[in-house]
């Protein structure tokens, strides 16, 4: 059985949804997009039906998802708008420009009975979810050791002049579109990465450094207490070209330290899935062996797409909690709190 889709929004990250909803047999039937040229490709491509405001594809019968792609600020009323009209909804990330946002749509999306994601793929790298399966062979969880080292040019010595991050009397582009800096830009993938595999942290305490012209973090860095143990956690942009285990400036790894092992995942950048690979090292104590996880190139926004829609059209809500976009929102939120009050915070979760 295939699924009828709309997509809101064309820009450089829909060539991967697009791509991943092929594969997973849907039938993209609207697209909407302000920039008609922008679109104009996919819908010659995939015959599917433009519009400029979205609410015409929601008056579709037909369509049973929609899949937004939008910057977070538009997020809040398309989500609102397609649960109203009994749509399936996959959201790119962040879920909303803040948690009060994101709770509500969460909130209405569990009233409404609405399947709801937010599309934090990285839960479906293959390293990941490699790790994941071996997670109980790793006994009780002490410490783990989780970051994104993103290559954001010299943020920390050269002055503000001008780019995307640069604020020059008003918001920079890049608070204007994702609402934050390393945080919300990379930092939201590894908070849902600590939520899915060692479940929500309970209490946080952050530190953050904002560079002197610039109104976005270029690190955050926190403490997080989970039920499996404390996570050390950091976001940061830097200006280093050949760290990161491809030697390419990109250095996302996650390392989980248990009595009975140690798991270490390292990704490539996001954009460049298609052609490098993760990579899983799961040592074991038992054995004192250590066993490398070497993974093709392989898109986790295609197993993400695939799994939505798989489960859309089964009508469940599958292991993906609909409540995955909020959690992340809350636990930004608290990290900001936290970080400008120099305090640890209990992190106050408003739905469950």
Not at 57 to 70: N, S
Not at 118 to 139: D, E, H, N
Not at 265 to 278: F, I
Request: with cysteine.
């Amino acid at each position: 059985m295939s699924i009828n889709v709309g997509v809101i929004g064309c820009g450089m990250i829909s060539r991967f949804h697009f791509a991943g909803l092929q594969h997973a047999g849907a039938k993209v039937s609207w697209i909407c997009d302000l920039d008609r040229k922008a679109a104009g490709t996919w819908v010659d491509k995939l015959g599917a039906s433009y519009c400029e405001d979205y609410r015409r594809m929601l008056e579709d019968p037909q369509v049973q998802a929609v899949d937004i792609l939008t910057i977070s600020s538009t997020h809040k009323r398309m989500c609102l708008d397609a649960i109203e009209a009994g749509k399936a909804v996959i959201c790119e990330k962040t879920l909303a420009e803040n948690a009060d946002d994101a709770l509500e749509i969460v909130s209405r999306a569990r009233q409404k009975g609405t399947i709801f994601y937010t599309s934090y793929m990285k839960r479906f790298i293959p390293a990941v979810m490699q790790a994941k399966r071996l997670l109980p062979s790793l006994g009780r969880i002490m410490s783990t050791h989780i970051r994104a080292y993103q290559r954001w040019g010299d943020l920390w010595t050269q002055p503000a002049s001008g780019g995307l991050a640069c604020s020059e009397g008003r918001p920079s582009l890049v608070r204007q579109r994702f609402g934050g800096g390393l945080l919300v830009c990379g930092g939201s993938h590894i908070l849902d990465l600590v939520c899915h595999l060692l479940g929500r942290p309970r209490r946080l305490y952050a530190t953050m450094h904002t560079p002197q012209g610039y109104d976005i973090e270029a690190q955050a860095a926190a403490l997080l207490e989970t039920d499996n143990g404390i996570v050390h956690y950091e976001a940061l942009g830097h200006p280093l070209s050949r760290i990161g285990f491809l030697r390419d400036g990109w250095d996302e790894r996650v390392e989980i330290n248990g009595t009975g092992g140690r798991l270490e995942v390292y990704s490539a950048e996001w954009n460049q899935v298609e052609h490098k690979a993760s990579l899983l090292v799961h040592y074991d104590n038992a054995t004192q062996t250590s066993t490398e996880h070497r993974f093709e190139p392989c898109s986790p926004f295609t197993r993400a797409l695939e799994f939505f829609c798989k489960n859309i059209v089964s009508g469940v809500q599958g292991e993906q909690s609909p409540l995955s976009g909020y959690d992340v929102d809350e636990l930004i939120d608290h990290m900001y709190r936290s970080a400008r009050s120099h305090q640890a915070l209990d992190v106050n979760y408003r739905i469950s």
